[in-house]
């Protein structure tokens, strides 16, 4: 069944998942899978007959275009970490899966010093002769913006900053034009969804919640590390549900230190809007 399925006219959309680090490493936070439990997940959901879909067919779901099969998966990577090469990749293409993952693009190839290092630990992004890799197995890859900010928190100008730069380098580096964007910390209102649209996405990625039936905020399942052996499939799937939505509103303690090493004088007032987008 997919996992968000909207009512009236709104297409529905299928089960959408959102990893982000599959490493071996520890560490204090809660975005990292162990690659074990990652190829397990995986291999129930290959086992248990589900399809894997393209971008291309995801953004043709949330459009209307196409209809959603009952047992259809699209997985996603937020940051694209160099794990992915060893850890996650591999898994899907043995399996005959896909993936779309989305490339923090100032920081490809780089440490993740846009976030704050919980036990002192840092984790290396993909580089783009992996990505162009990657690109050529199968795996597709977009927008994460070019430097992890919380666009609602910034201005227009650099909001478009944001978004331009990021889809300029992903042409530059990898002859693609990306098509889609998916917001840090899945953070986006109506204005950062207007801007993405005019910078040239075509659909935009947030996290848990409900989806609207806008394309440029199409919502996932984040997975962490107390995720069911299939991610938000079973009884217990609306437990998991909540928990991630309190996990991805936690990530605004990174928002806040970002903004405190730009050396911003003020940080916008949190509410909940601010803490998970609306």
């Known amino acids: 069944m997919p996992s968000f399925v909207s009512g009236g006219s709104r297409p529905a959309l299928p089960h959408i998942l959102c990893y982000h680090k599959i490493e071996r490493r520890l560490e204090l936070g809660v975005t990292r ?17 589900w399809r894997c879909l393209t971008l291309d067919e ?24 160099r794990g992915l090469r060893e850890h996650a990749f591999p898994v899907l293409e043995a399996l005959g899966f896909t993936a ?20 002192g630990r840092r984790f290396a992004h993909l580089a783009w002769r ?32 944001e978004l331009a730069t990021s889809r300029a ?8 034009d990306p098509r889609a964007v ?8 109506g204005r ?11 659909t935009g990625f947030a996290l848990a919640g409900r989806w609207s039936g806008d394309p440029m905020a199409i919502t996932r ?35 806040i230190w970002k903004a405190w090493r730009e050396g911003r004088a003020t940080t916008p007032a949190i509410g909940v809007e601010a803490l998970a987008g609306d």
């Open 169 to 176: 380098d992903m042409l530059g580096a990898t002859g693609v």
């Open 221 to 255: 399942l984040p997975v962490y590390p107390w995720a069911l052996p299939r991610p938000g499939v079973g009884v217990l799937a609306p437990i998991e549900r909540l928990g991630a939505v309190g996990a991805n509103r936690c990530a605004v303690g990174t928002s």
């Open 182 to 189: 998916s917001y840090p910390f899945g953070a986006s209102g």
């Open 192 to 202: 950062e969804r207007a801007l993405a649209a005019a910078e040239g996405y075509e």
């Open 58 to 81: 995801l953004i043709a779901s949330a459009r209307g275009e196409r209809a959603v099969g009952e047992r259809e998966l699209a997985i996603t990577f937020d940051d694209a970490y």
């Open 100 to 119: 779309t993952c989305f490339v923090i693009t100032g920081f490809a190839g780089k440490l993740n010093r846009w976030d704050v290092a919980y036990g």
């Open 130 to 161: 992996d990505i162009r890799k990657w690109q050529g197995r199968g795996i597709c890859f977009a927008s994460h913006t070019a430097s992890h900010r919380r666009l609602t928190w910034l201005d227009e100008g650099e909001v478009r900053h």
């Open 33 to 49: 899978v162990s690659p074990r439990r990652f190829a397990r997940q995986m291999e129930r959901f290959a086992r248990d007959g």
